[in-house]
Nanobody, 126 residues
């Protein structure tokens, strides 16, 4: 089992920045792929970014490329999501998730993730 707790959400005006953090605890052997996902009201869940913790390899969803950066802090056992140039379309509940993969190519925004956090709200106003 892995427990995930997100923090850092809030409200910001368009063009602003926010930094989300995901703290992981529990069985590290069950987790070598971390991801951020989001869901807006009335919309399907969308993959934002993933990071393969073994190599630091990252993948981003098309809508956030060039604006968001996912990173890991091994000392703190956290995965952060730096969000810049925020747009109203970025509004939604942001979730941290994790899974174990046998190869880094399986760590991507289209994968099924086993463990999920409770989410943190991000609201971007125009």
């Amino acid at each position: 089992q892995v427990q995930l707790v997100e923090s850092g959400g809030g409200s910001v005006q368009a063009g602003g920045s926010l930094r989300l953090s995901c703290a992981a605890s529990g069985n590290a052997a069950s987790s070598n792929c971390m991801g951020w996902f989001r869901q807006a009201p009335g919309k399907e869940r969308e993959g934002v970014a993933t990071i393969y913790t073994g190599s630091g390899s990252t993948i981003y969803g098309d809508s956030v490329k060039g604006r968001f950066t996912i990173s890991q802090d091994n000392a703190k056992n956290t995965v952060d999501l730096q969000m810049n140039s925020l747009k109203p379309d970025d509004t939604g509940m942001y979730y941290c998730a994790t899974r174990f993969v046998v190869h880094r190519v399986l760590c991507n925004v289209g994968s099924d993730f086993a463990y999920w956090g409770q989410g943190t709200q991000v609201t971007v106003s125009s």
